[in-house]
């Protein structure tokens, strides 16, 4: 599992029309793309994905975002696939990300920060699973 991630490209990146530019990115940095899909989340499914964070205060925010418009959830391959990606994407707040970072590039506020990436093995695991079945990692 250690070269899988699961990725989310949010939906301000979609709304803003940088799908397309993400996944160029996205291709450019190496990683093989074993799954993706778009799809309009549900509240009660931010939720459950973003569980983890429910005591939090930007929780309720959080999960109204997330489920505020498409979004596009795909299963990313590399070597060391979740560290990679993280690196890729930058800091949480695009403010502090570094120069040539996604959500330096593409976020707008900590809050909407244009991706999401897995923090560990483990959650990648849990958040494939999560969003795709064995059937349709390619
Ligand atoms: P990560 O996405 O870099 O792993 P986490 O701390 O796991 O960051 O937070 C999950 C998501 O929650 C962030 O990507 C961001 O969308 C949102 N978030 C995190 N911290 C804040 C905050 O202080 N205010 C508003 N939203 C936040
Ligand atoms: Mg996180």
Avoid at 81 to 104: N, Y
Wanted: proline share 3%.
């Amino acid at each position: 599992m250690g070269n899988l991630t699961f990725a989310i490209i949010k939906p301000d990146a979609v709304r803003a029309g940088n799908t397309g530019n993400i996944i160029q990115r996205i291709n450019d940095a190496g990683f093989k793309l074993r799954a993706m899909k778009t799809l309009h989340l549900t509240q009660r499914e931010a939720e459950g994905f973003y569980a983890v964070h429910r005591e939090r205060p930007f929780f309720a925010g959080l999960t109204e975002f997330m489920s505020s418009a498409p979004c596009v959830v795909m299963v990313l391959e590399k070597d060391r696939a979740v560290k990679a990606w993280r690196d890729l994407m930058g800091a949480t707040d695009p403010a502090k990300a570094d120069e040539g970072t996604l959500r330096k590039e593409f976020g707008a506020s900590v809050g909407e920060n244009a991706t999401h990436g897995s923090d560990s093995d483990e959650n990648a695991a849990i958040e494939i699973a999560y969003f795709f079945s064995q059937l349709e990692l390619v």
